[in-house]
């Protein structure tokens, strides 16, 4: 038995570990050089040769393994999880973060489905590690959205500063990307380069809204076409637009400060089920033991966590306003 659970142990750990290092691993010596080529060879090319670089890095493969990429490219949701993971500010292709949900969850399965003989479970603990790499990829998006948009509203007063200077605003806008902080930095030096190849600054400011989904950069974007279109003072409009955003966070802070007793209340009750129950298996373990060692408890369980869950998200909406 002990043999078989070391086997068991070896051959779950080694594809985790394996994808890890796919994942997070340092580079290697070919990938290295050829990033080096690319570097050298990028140099040489004229303004038209460097925009169809750029357009080939966008439209760059979604996986490493060619049978995968080919089925990834079929498929819809593909384009939105490599937007996602783009928005997140990482560099891992959505093929790695699909394998390595697919070795998780597998790993999971089979440790908890063979251990402790409990497949209904270990399904359930299958799935919501399968979807680990994603919601981590989500988690991270949302981070890197909320401080772009906290450092948001700075970007546009040195834009304004710079056009009311006499700035050129295309060189604002390479002033913003040379003076500010990421992740503002690295998406305003993607628009300068993109116009700067010779993409039109409206299609540059249109794959800015596209790349930052948020409600500021569209207003942002909206009030540039408006105003190149039907004029107007351009430093008074950067400034107004900048106090908007602004006035928008102090009525989100109040609205956190009056949600806060709700926003409690529906932790508390999302994670009480999950914490009584595991109270009561260390308390009194016959009194729950019947969920894990009859045929219906499994069933039971998963039924409640699927409640737990529909439920969580219904508390989680309503205590969540958007402003």
Request: glycine residues 6%.
């Amino acid at each position: 038995m002990a043999l078989l659970i070391a086997l068991l142990t070896f051959c779950v750990a080694a594809p985790v570990f394996w994808m890890l290092w796919l994942l997070f691993g340092p580079e290697t010596s070919s990938a290295l050089v050829r990033r080096r080529m690319e570097a050298v060879q990028s140099a040489e090319r004229n303004a038209e040769e460097a925009l169809a670089h750029l357009q080939l890095i966008r439209d760059e493969s979604l996986s490493g393994v060619p049978v995968l990429n080919r089925l990834m490219l079929r498929l819809a949701w593909s384009r939105q999880l490599q937007d996602w993971i783009t928005q997140a500010g990482m560099r891992t292709r959505p093929g790695q973060i699909l394998l390595f949900g697919a070795v998780l969850g597998l790993a999971i399965y089979l440790l908890i489905g063979l251990v402790y003989g409990s497949f209904g479970i270990a399904i359930l603990l299958a799935l919501l590690a399968a979807a680990a790499p994603i919601l981590v990829v989500l988690h991270r998006r949302q981070k890197r959205l909320q401080e772009f948009e906290k450092r948001f509203p700075e970007a546009l007063d040195l834009l304004g500063r710079a056009v009311r200077a006499g700035h050129a605003f295309t060189t604002g806008i390479e002033m913003v990307a040379n003076e500010t902080a990421e992740p503002v930095a690295g998406e305003f030096r993607t628009t300068f380069e993109e116009q700067n190849f010779g993409l039109p600054l409206r299609d540059a400011l249109l794959n800015l809204a596209q790349r930052v989904p948020l409600v500021d950069v569209r207003f942002f974007v909206t009030a540039l076409l408006v105003q190149k279109e039907t004029g107007g003072n351009l430093a008074e409009l950067l400034d107004e637009l900048a106090r908007v955003i602004r006035e928008r966070f102090r009525i989100r802070r109040d609205v956190q400060v009056k949600t806060a007793q709700g926003r409690l209340t529906a932790a508390i009750l999302i994670v009480l089920p999950v914490a009584m129950l595991l109270i009561m298996r260390i308390v009194n373990p016959s009194y729950v033991r019947v969920l894990f060692e009859d045929p219906l408890g499994p069933k039971l369980l998963a039924t409640a966590a699927g409640l737990q869950a529909v439920g969580s998200l219904i508390l989680w909406k309503i205590v969540h306003i958007e402003v």
